[in-house]
């Protein structure tokens, strides 16, 4: 059923914003606030939809009237107020959303403050005291190619099953020979494997610097590497095909909040298709693009890329459209859903613990300041055994909904004729694309119900439409009732599934001990002193561990960390080097036991004389304040220390029992539910 604010939303202005599938890029702000006129008159001038009964359909998002009441009605809710004056190329999509919303727009910014503040690039504001940003400090660094694959490789070897789904990588130059060595050493054990490898620039997006090669000495050592580092990957050489072509899938994913976690996936995703038919790589085909490489921005420049209406023809297709496809031939849709889902949830995971550490960084404690969302691009791509890969994340996927299509300039020969008014040479126009807008207005839109202010009052006021609990329920496309409640196309994986997934926040406790021992504000770099005091506080030194080995550790981690393409002028061990030595404590203190098992009885053991510490300091200060960062690190972790049995435990108990420890851990990670937080 048709919705008013859907009708609202759904007919004329608004019309185009774009097909770019990329990374939205650092670039003018010009251009976009020039396209913004097409978009209709700026929401101020709107003012509010014809008085009385208008402004409670405001409120309510075109929901129905509530229930008659003898009480006078309650004021209505004033409308949720967006800063759009950042949001470059997504300003058309956002346009629609808050149209269909019935929210107001600040198209050039407001003196007040607002309530939402659109940033089509990274948060670097200091300006913004209150509300919401939609980008969260230090995500544009954390999903550059090599900190994503330094996070995914940390996790790879606490959980190796788990984390499968990430092709294995090597940083290039530093570990170009370690590249060399391992390939060699599985091609001596396994003869008939025969790898191609991907090389992608560590900063770089739009498939821009990429290039297949069969050999490691293939890499292109000279000039570029030097100042622009790479990551080379196992390339996926037997990608599921549709009509003969590969294709991969931009999902959408919402960070709603760190902490603590919220992540919700969108139910439709877009899926781009290459423009000539898959053949596995050989040394002839490599350098074919349009065959290997899935990049819309590649593509769009092939003879063969279709603009399609439909979302189930064309280069450019709904993910919904390719499962029904899948569903159809037989294949079991759901399994695939659980799957990519299990990824989404395991990537983020293996983010939050950077991310906790950038935004500490970022944000001076005490300060007030805006909390934080963000919709990522997941690109996935699917195996022929329907085993989901990640390729990347993008922390500013495009929401543009139209497409560029270039007017070629006139013939050569009646350039001389300068008066001929038929054709301007090389007029570019926009073109609305019909699939875009299906996607990622409810992306957009469904993200700010879920952020709404005042959600809450909202879900009180109004009859709440049941959210449907699988992803098959229609992609996001359906008109359903807009109401307050659940949303309609993004669906909530985290705190949902957390029971099967707690366990893998390991690296989350270390860099809660992390954040702990960092002390200054606006770093995110533990200098020698601070981890000796970590050794010390935490009474690892008190067995068979000298300072002056602790401190050995630290230069030798320190400087392996600083080789790995981490910013050179960065002294000081960052959060990865971190978990590297507690990884090298851990399997030094408890011998026999898997990695995760061994780091985990570590962290028991630091937390339960850290805790201690701080109950002695709380004891002898009476009536001096402790100081606001050790608190703050101790009540996070409050739940935790009294869920695990480890950590009340003496320190001494693990030396004696792990064994025993260990097996009741082992049985519950059989059960894949080992409530950790």
Request: contains cysteine; hydrophobic residues 35%; aromatic residues 8%.
């Amino acid at each position: 059923m048709e919705t008013p604010a859907e009708e609202a939303g759904g007919g004329g202005g608004g019309g185009g914003g774009g097909e770019e599938e990329e990374e939205e890029e650092e670039e003018g702000e010009a251009a976009p606030a020039a396209r913004a006129q097409r978009a209709g008159p700026p929401a101020e001038e709107e003012g509010p939809a014809g008085g009385g009964r208008g402004d409670a359909r405001v409120a309510g998002a075109g929901a129905r009237p509530g229930p008659p009441r003898d009480a006078p009605p309650a004021p209505p809710l004033r409308p949720v107020t967006v800063d759009s004056s950042k949001a470059r190329t997504s300003l058309e999509a956002l346009k629609l959303s808050l149209r269909q919303l019935r929210w107001k727009e600040f198209p050039f910014g407001r003196r007040l403050p607002c309530d939402i503040y659109w940033h089509a690039v990274s948060f670097h504001d200091n300006a913004i005291y209150s509300g919401l940003v939609n980008k969260f400090p230090g995500m544009t660094e954390m999903v550059r190619k090599i900190t994503l694959s330094r996070a995914m490789r940390t996790m790879q070897e606490l959980f190796p099953d788990e984390y499968d789904f990430y092709p294995r990588s090597w940083i290039l130059p530093e570990e170009f020979s370690i590249f060399l060595t391992e390939v060699h050493m599985i091609k001596d054990t396994n003869p008939t494997w025969k790898p191609t490898f991907i090389v992608k620039p560590d900063g770089g997006c739009q498939g821009d610097g990429i290039y297949l090669i069969k050999d490691p000495s293939d890499v292109r050592m000279t000039g570029h590497l030097q100042t622009r580092p790479a990551v080379v990957q196992e390339y996926i050489s037997k990608p599921l095909l549709i009509d003969k072509l590969k294709f991969d899938i931009r999902l959408y994913v919402l960070l709603k909040s760190l902490e603590p976690l919220e992540v919700y996936v969108a139910k439709d995703g877009l899926c781009r298709f290459c423009t000539e038919p898959y053949q596995e790589p050989t040394l002839k085909n490599l350098h074919q693009v349009f065959m290997h490489l899935t990049n819309y921005s590649l593509n769009v420049h092939s003879g063969n890329f279709v603009h399609s209406d439909s979302g189930n023809t064309g280069s450019k297709r709904t993910f919904a459209s390719i499962l029904d496809r899948l569903s159809s031939s037989g294949v079991e849709v759901q399994k695939v859903w659980s799957d990519i889902v299990s990824l989404v949830v395991k990537t983020v995971i293996a983010m939050v613990p950077d991310l906790k550490v950038y935004y500490q960084s970022d944000i001076p404690a005490g300060k007030p300041g805006p909390s934080y969302f963000q919709i990522l691009g997941f690109d996935i791509l699917l195996m022929r055994n329907l085993k989901p890969i990640l390729l990347e994340v993008n922390a500013n996927p495009s929401m543009k909904i139209d497409y560029e299509k270039s007017t070629p300039a006139t013939p050569p020969l009646t350039c001389l004729s300068f008066g001929n008014p038929k054709v301007s040479p090389g007029v570019i126009e926009y073109i609305p694309s019909p699939v875009d807008e299906e996607v990622k207005v409810a992306v957009i839109r469904d993200t700010l119900r879920l952020v709404d202010p005042h959600r809450k009052k909202r879900q009180e006021e109004e009859p709440t439409w049941q959210e449907k609990d699988d992803f098959l329920d229609k992609g996001c496309a359906e008109k359903t009732e807009l109401d307050g409640s659940g949303t309609i196309c993004l669906k909530q994986v985290f705190p949902k599934y957390a029971k099967q997934f707690d366990y893998l926040r390991l690296v989350d406790r270390i860099a809660a001990l992390f954040i702990r021992f960092l002390g200054v504000k606006g770093t995110t770099r533990l200098g020698p002193t601070a981890f000796r005091t970590f050794i010390r506080n935490s009474k690892i030194s008190n067995s068979g561990f000298s300072m002056a080995a602790a401190d050995i550790l630290y230069i030798d981690i320190t400087r392996r960390g600083t080789s790995l393409g981490v910013d050179q002028r960065d002294v000081g061990m960052g959060l990865q080097a971190f978990v590297e030595a507690i990884c090298f404590l851990a399997q030094r203190r408890y011998k026999s036991l898997s990695l995760h098992e061994q780091v985990e009885l570590l962290m028991d053991f630091c937390e339960y004389n850290l805790a201690a510490l701080d109950e002695k300091r709380l004891a002898t200060s009476h009536s001096r304040p402790v100081p606001e960062r050790r608190t703050a690190v101790v009540t996070c972790h409050q739940d935790r220390l009294q869920l695990s049995p480890a950590a009340r435990t003496p320190p001494q108990y693990h030396h004696h029992h792990h064994h025993h420890h260990h097996h009741h851990r082992a049985h519950k990670l059989v059960d894949y539910r080992s409530p950790r937080t």
